[in-house]
């Protein structure tokens, strides 16, 4: 069935690191991919997409590139900042599957002043 | 634009109790919806998914059930809760061209 790993948390850097938050997935077709965050007590925001391989999804600063040879969607930040804090989750949606969502299972990411 | 709203936000309720959530969506018509839940520091769970009205699907055996007796309404329900149902519950929908979900704010239950 289909699967989606992410690395496990918590991930810790300083204001203003580099972040890379790994993602990759298992699915038959051809999946549409997503970000999502999830900021403390609240529910989960899109955060971002890639609907082919090659795409690139961006918002806030945020990138990631759907790469179908890796099947991977790694979600990258230049440079975070302490309201980034919240837990990640990368989910896809096979194109056999309906509206279901296959969720990952979250990576908390802290940014420290 | 749509929205999704859900209440309460928050509910404490005794072992035994009876459990009404309701979602509601605005904007839209004739969204999937879904009921998760999320455990303390862990994953999500889809527990129900929906169609249309009075079409329910179980993901998982539980004391849980869900109704959706309206286009955008979608209630989760327990005759009698158990510890274990603690957690952080969320309704989402979808419509979209790319199956993307959109959450609601959500409801943290804590069963005593």
């Known amino acids: 069935g289909d699967s989606v790993t992410q690395m496990e948390g918590p991930v810790t850097l300083s204001e203003e690191a580099f972040l890379t938050i790994n993602c990759t997935y298992t699915?038959?077709?051809?999946?549409?991919l997503f970000w999502y965050v999830q900021y403390p007590g609240e529910g989960l925001q899109l955060l971002l997409k890639a609907t082919k391989a090659d795409d690139k999804g961006s918002n806030k600063g945020f990138e990631a590139t759907y790469r179908k040879e890796t099947t991977s969607f790694h979600l990258e930040k230049g440079s975070v900042q302490v309201s980034d804090s919240a837990v990640y989750f990368c989910a896809l949606s096979a194109s056999n599957a309906g509206n279901m969502l296959t969720f990952g299972g979250g990576t908390r990411l802290m940014v420290k002043p | 634009s749509q929205t999704i709203h859900q209440w309460p936000a928050t509910l404490v309720q005794p072992v035994g109790s009876p459990l009404s959530l309701e979602c509601t969506v605005e904007?839209?018509?004739?969204?999937?919806l879904y009921w998760y839940r999320q455990a303390a520091g862990r994953g999500l769970q889809l527990l129900f998914y929906?169609?249309?009205?009075?079409?329910i699907s179980s993901e998982v055996p539980q004391n849980l059930s869900a109704s959706r007796p309206q286009d955008r309404q979608f209630i989760l329900s327990s005759k009698k809760l158990l510890l274990s149902d603690s957690g952080f519950y969320l309704c989402?929908?979808?419509?979209?061209?790319?199956?993307?979900?959109?959450f609601g704010p959500g409801t943290r239950l804590t069963v005593l």
């Open positions: 989402a929908w979808s419509g979209g061209s790319y199956n993307e979900q959109f």
């Open positions: 904007g839209t018509s004739n969204p999937n």
């Open positions: 929906s169609v249309g009205i009075g079409q």
């Open positions: 699915a038959t077709g051809y999946p549409s």
